[in-house]
């Protein structure tokens, strides 16, 4: 009569190696390849860091794939020590390896010793079908998607610059967009502020924009300033982001945000905008230059005509908008060139597109600087400040 | 002759042109020629020290001149020049 599977199972374990999770723990940086050989399902609830995962009805087919060296030690496990001590003497007697051995207990002993556990995050059926044209980037890919739903993008202003990018944004699944904007809509504002509608001038634009973003992708958790940025709550506000979207309409908040952004090392996508021109650069603290290596000093008020209100084509906003949120994703994904040192020149009436260099200035009186030096009181202040700001107000 | 990019804000001061084309051989020569054409701009350009406003820009086709020779960096014809003021400006 041919054994049984049990007796099979004891034969096998009384001369494969079995090794205790202990030991595994203590040898994970030795050299050693885990290996995982439960089913997918199964890796997918958690597993070992590190692990390499070849489900055990895959082992012939694949196990080249993840351990080529038949020389190299190799740590088998399964959910309790059965299965991986089948797959050990396959990998000794049909496979040629030299050194496998089969950890004992499986990975329900080493969730009970209190060992580390890895729980890889999924999508949902929803999510895969939503971002399914990202999946299929290689650029994005899942990890990349789980990047952008992890990325915190913090959106100073719900207006010209600021709903373009948003919707983008939210669109692309960035899972936590904040904003900043203490202003209501305005009917003048819908020309060109595209995530507000006519039945919501007068509600904040904060509130308005979350309602929009919601039922675009309620993946995104929206995060609301009804505040004015200031000296005050500029560093509260922006600890934590990833990165921030700038559209400032004036210089003081301008600096401010620039030595705050530099202190707290978070990069910056700036665009401005006025008539049909718009510029557009990333400012990526110490790896690039900062807002005050390109412009040390605010021009004269008279020179500074974004203090006022001006004419702007409506679709100007969308098109920086747009290449700001464009800039922000390439970070998120770090992938491409971002525009750091480069400041882009969008000429929409002559269609054309130009850039100029921007250097680091080795003088900077902010990023020359430890990001730790940089006091409370120095945050924002520029020469003749108070001149400036009574000029354009 | 070198083409000189006028931004938004300087234009009124230039009859409303986008480029025009000025005499010179260095960007000292051009931007004076420039503010000798359209009195307006030389103190919008200059300070007072006859040195460049350090809130305006300028550029030779894509590098800033005060890391090449400033205003004595030579030009030649086909060069551009692109004058930039500080610009803060999202739309609210």
Aim: net charge negative.
């Amino acid at each position: 009569m041919s054994p049984s599977g049990a007796e099979v199972l004891r034969e096998i374990k009384s001369r494969i190696d079995e090794v205790d999770p202990a030991v595994v723990h203590e040898q994970m940086t030795n050299g050693s390849v885990l290996v995982d050989v439960r089913e997918t399902d199964e890796f997918a609830a958690g597993h070992i860091p590190g692990a390499k995962h070849v489900p055990r009805s895959m082992l012939e087919s694949r196990i080249e794939g993840a351990v080529p060296d038949r020389s190299q030690h190799v740590v088998l496990y399964c959910a309790s020590g059965n299965r991986s001590a089948w797959a050990a003497r396959t990998l000794l007697d049909d496979l040629g390896y030299d050194s496998v051995e089969s950890m004992t207990g499986g990975f329900t002993l080493w969730k009970d010793r209190g060992y580390e556990v890895e729980v890889p995050r999924t999508m949902s059926a929803e999510q895969r079908e939503r971002y399914s044209r990202h999946l299929l980037l290689d650029e994005v890919g899942i990890e990349g998607q789980q990047k952008l739903l992890d990325a915190k993008v913090l959106l100073l202003g719900a207006g010209g610059l600021g709903s373009p990018a948003a919707l983008y944004l939210a669109a692309a699944g960035v899972g936590t967009l904040g904003i900043v904007d203490n202003d209501t809509v305005d009917v003048s504002n819908l020309q060109r502020q595209v995530i507000h509608t006519t039945d919501r001038v007068g509600v904040l634009k904060v509130d308005s924009a979350e309602e929009t973003i919601k039922a675009l992708n309620p993946d995104v958790n929206v995060v609301k300033y009804p505040v004015r940025l200031d000296a005050e709550n500029i560093m509260d506000i922006l600890i934590g982001y990833d990165i921030v979207v700038d559209g400032l309409d004036n210089f003081p908040t301008r600096y401010l945000l620039n030595d705050a952004s530099v202190r707290l090392r978070i990069p910056i996508v700036s665009a401005a905008i006025l008539g049909f021109e718009g510029q557009l650069s990333v400012f990526k603290p110490y790896d690039g230059p900062c807002y005050r290596c390109l412009f040390p000093t605010p021009p004269p008020a008279d020179m500074a005509p974004s203090c006022g209100a001006n004419g702007v084509l409506g679709v100007l906003p969308g098109t920086m908008g747009l290449l700001q949120a464009t800039e922000v994703i390439k970070l998120i994904l770090d992938v491409g060139d971002p525009a750091i040192g480069r400041l882009l020149l969008y000429d929409a009436l002559a269609a054309r597109m130009t850039e100029v260099k921007i250097r680091r200035d080795p003088d900077c009186p902010i990023c020359s600087r430890a990001p730790e030096d940089i006091r409370d009181d120095e945050l924002g202040v520029f020469p003749d400040y108070e001149a400036f700001c009574a000029g354009a107000h | 002759m070198a083409t000189v990019r006028i931004p938004p804000v300087l234009r009124a001061s230039v009859g409303g042109e986008k480029e025009l084309t000025a005499d010179g051989s260095s960007v000292g020569e051009i931007l004076r020629s420039l503010a000798d054409d359209h009195p307006q701009t030389q103190s919008q350009l200059f300070a007072a020290d006859g040195g460049l406003n350090r809130y305006v820009n300028v550029y030779l086709n894509d590098e800033d001149v005060r890391v090449l020779d400033g205003l004595d960096t030579s030009v030649g014809e086909a060069d551009t020049l692109v004058i930039l003021p500080a610009m803060a400006g999202g739309s609210r």
